[in-house]
């Protein structure tokens, strides 16, 4: 039998991203990365001659002054990925989109059209938004509850893929001969009506290569959780130390086989910055140099804050006991929150403490020469840890110093592909095709 090969996508960040808060000081980096198309289709061109699998564009509809500076002013990422579809053509395109702020029809219309526009590459990150100032961006005076939005994302989801399998597969004939465009008896209505949606269908267009555009969750609560297990096919992990990591993975692979699918038809991927240099030593120095970088107080406050609900800690005394809030992320971060909250209590550390600790938190486990993060790499993955890395580079030299340096690294030792193995992003996930539940023998999608 083969060995499992890893996959690998790049998440690119621009001026810089959650605990990137001197990233945009970098001579490196343009100070108008976050918004130039051409920074975006730089990376992607990189990702895929390196063979990566996916360029994943994170978002969020909510801001206020102390947000990351990416975060500030970004591009929205279906209409970035369709510009960097036309530059590409085997890396997937993964957007971000969120199910409690959009409607079905016309998110699962996008999405497709993506699909269409790269040949059957696109990914659709599905979140029920973090950030429970959302809500007065759509007029509405507050952010849904936990349950309303995972029971909304999870009929969400299931209209989309309706949606998709709105035509069979041979549905235009084209038959000039006969005049005939389109066979009516393979265009189907989906005449849905749940809970929150009510939708008749059908979409204006048809499958694309893959069938389906990928579904990825990142939800790590247990309404979180339990959504993945029953409709994703990637995910992004929280990460965090091994043992953390491992359980993470045990559990979604143990839900997903609990709802009745081949736990192998989801692919778990963790966030991964790694900081490679010519050296061990010369890779920890760099790592402290950007722990020293991003070292702003006020800025890993503000962070802290935006996991409960962007609250503006700055107004207590700060060398206090922190505090049982949980209130204030009840709607929004509830599981992080719940955790930083026990942290604090269990250790008994100060607001302050708590806020300067996020830092420590985000130090990547791949720090080192190449061949030292190769290392570290196949250890984590040889656990248990995860299918994939999601990657996040301060600067294009780093990205160029993974992909020259470790690569090869983890080709030679057949982990990593020589070349890729599809067109689509299915394909290259190694995900099967979804059967179009109208399909004579179907049995659903």
Do not use: C
């Not at 993945?228 to 965090?240: F, S």
């Amino acid at each position: 039998m083969s060995r499992k090969r890893i996959h690998l996508a790049l998440h690119p960040y621009g001026v810089g991203g959650p605990g990137q808060h001197g990233l945009w000081k970098d001579p490196r980096v343009a100070k108008n990365a976050s918004i130039d198309i051409n920074y975006y289709i730089r990376q992607a061109q990189a990702a895929e001659h390196a063979l990566f699998d996916a360029l994943f564009i994170v978002d969020s509809q909510f801001i206020n002054a102390t947000y990351p500076s990416h975060y500030l002013n970004r591009l929205e990422p279906l209409t970035l990925l369709s510009a960097v579809a036309t530059h590409t053509r085997h890396l997937g395109l993964v957007g971000t989109a969120s199910s409690t702020y959009n409607s079905p029809f016309n998110l699962a219309r996008r999405f497709a059209s993506l699909d269409h526009i790269s040949g059957g590459r696109a990914g659709w990150n599905v979140v029920t938004s973090f950030d429970t100032g959302t809500s007065k961006n759509y007029g509405l005076d507050e952010h849904l509850d936990y349950a309303t939005r995972y029971g909304r994302a999870l009929e969400f989801v299931q209209v989309a893929q309706g949606l998709w399998d709105s035509y069979e597969d041979d549905a235009f004939p084209a038959d000039v001969e006969r005049n005939v465009f389109l066979d009516p008896l393979k265009l189907h209505d989906l005449d849905h009506v749940g809970e929150h949606f009510k939708v008749a269908g059908p979409l204006n267009l048809s499958r694309s290569p893959q069938g389906q555009p990928v579904i990825f969750q990142a939800g790590v609560s247990e309404e979180g959780r339990d959504l993945a297990a029953r409709v994703a096919e990637g995910i992004y992990a929280p990460g965090g130390p091994l043992q953390q990591a491992q359980e993470y993975y045990a559990d979604i692979k143990r839900r997903t086989a609990a709802h009745g699918r081949n736990p192998d038809h989801i692919k778990i991927f963790i966030h991964g910055g790694p900081v490679v240099a010519a050296t061990d030593e010369a890779a920890r120095l760099r790592e402290r140099e950007i722990f020293e970088e991003d070292n702003d107080f006020d800025r890993h406050l503000a962070l802290l804050g935006r996991s409960f609900g962007a609250y503006d800690f700055s107004v207590h005394d700060l060398d206090a006991p922190f505090p049982d809030v949980a209130h204030l992320a009840e709607k929004g971060g509830r599981t992080g929150a719940a955790k930083i909250i026990e942290r604090a209590r269990t250790e008994n550390l100060t607001w302050r403490q708590v806020a300067q600790s996020l830092a420590e938190f985000r130090r990547s486990p791949f720090v080192g020469a190449p061949e030292t993060v190769a290392d570290r790499i196949e250890e984590w993955f040889d656990a248990g840890t995860f299918d994939g890395i999601n990657l996040a580079f301060r600067t294009e030299e780093e990205l160029e110093l993974f992909v020259d340096g470790v690569v090869p690294i983890l080709q030679k030792r057949d982990l990593f592909r020589t070349e890729y193995e599809a067109d689509t992003l299915r394909g290259n996930l190694g995900l099967p095709v979804p059967a179009n539940r109208h399909t004579a023998g179907a049995t659903g999608a």
